[in-house]
């Protein structure tokens, strides 16, 4: 049996376990990151720089600045581009350069905050840092009966 024969594409059973209470969203959060990274388009790297530092980066060959837009939805850094068409006012007697769109989504977690985003031939870089949280310790009042 080859390979693709014997791969199935199914649903993701989140673990559920007495202990963990409220993680309902992740498991959400985990099936929309697995949707939208489907399609292989583009190609991306993600790198750890420092011990609480990423680059993701994205090859991202003829689009120009203005072709991209960066944003933060919700815990989840969107990545969008789209070319306008050159085609309009051109005359191709070949055309193997396809000008696309793509949507690339990269689900974040808690205190990872996005610090910088940079294009540089044709590599789309965006820095993430991860912020260590603050230990706090709550005592909570046991009210009598």
């Known amino acids: 049996m080859s390979l693709s024969q014997g791969l199935h594409m199914t649903k993701f059973a989140f673990p559920s376990h007495p202990l963990l209470v409220g993680f309902e969203p992740l498991e959400r959060l985990v099936e929309r990151t697995a949707r939208a990274g489907a399609d292989g388009y583009p190609p991306f790297n993600i790198e750890l720089v420092e011990p609480n530092r990423f680059v993701v980066t994205l090859a991202v060959a003829g689009f120009a600045l203005d072709d991209i837009a960066i944003t933060l939805e919700d815990r989840q850094l969107v990545i969008r581009g789209q070319q306008s068409d050159p085609a309009e006012d051109r005359v191709f007697l070949h055309r193997g350069i396809a000008t696309r769109q793509f949507r690339r989504v990269f689900a974040l977690a808690d205190g990872v905050e996005?610090?910088?985003?940079?294009?540089?031939?044709?590599?789309?870089?965006v820095t993430l840092e991860r912020r260590e949280p603050e230990t706090v310790v709550r005592t909570i009042p046991i009210a009598r009966t």
């Open 114 to 125: 996005v610090s910088g985003a940079r294009l540089d031939n044709g590599l789309l870089e």
